[in-house]
């Protein structure tokens, strides 16, 4: 699998396939009204369950939960904390993006701290609408240098 340019739907595994689709189908759900910047994620938990979720906007606009991050949220009261990979798409109020849709930097920060817990790195798949441009990294990558729970040792 090549990592770091842009891959097509057809070239990744069934797996990152099906996240892809699950991502997509939950950027449906998302509440947002203010932005029309709809995201989907998908999380692959490491006993193999898809977890789904989406952004939820708020009127108070800093209150906003991005979509990987409600993906967390909601896995962790069903119980998962251990991830193998995230998938994240978007959509438009024009009806597709154009470009890959790359965690934030505060989703990179909670799925980092989900990957020190899970001790594996997590891989990150993020693409246009049209899953014709797809990157396949992973959250060591996306955000190098990490703070972690390693980094409160005193
Ligand atoms: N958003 C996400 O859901 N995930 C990201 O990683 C980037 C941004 C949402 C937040 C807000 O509802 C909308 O996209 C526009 O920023």
């Not at 980092?112 to 001790?119: F, R, T």
Request: charge should be positive; aromatic fraction near 8%.
């Amino acid at each position: 699998m090549k990592r770091g340019t842009y891959l097509r739907y057809a070239d990744l595994t069934k797996i990152q396939r099906k996240l892809l689709d699950s991502a997509k189908d939950a950027a449906d759900t998302s509440y947002a009204p203010y932005s029309k910047f709809y995201v989907g994620a998908a999380l692959l938990t490491s006993n193999g369950k898809i977890i789904t979720a989406s952004n939820v906007e708020n009127s108070a606009y800093g209150s906003t939960l991005c979509a990987e991050r409600s993906a967390i949220v909601r896995a962790n009261a069903m119980g998962y904390r251990s991830f193998k990979a995230i998938a994240i798409i978007a959509k438009s109020a024009k009806g597709g993006t154009k470009e890959p849709t790359a965690p934030c930097g505060a989703c990179r920060q909670m799925l980092y701290e989900s990957s020190c817990i899970s001790k594996s790195s997590m891989e990150v798949i993020f693409s246009n609408t049209r899953m014709d441009k797809v990157v396949i990294s992973d959250i060591d990558a996306l955000l190098p240098f990490g703070f972690g729970p390693e980094s409160l040792t005193k």
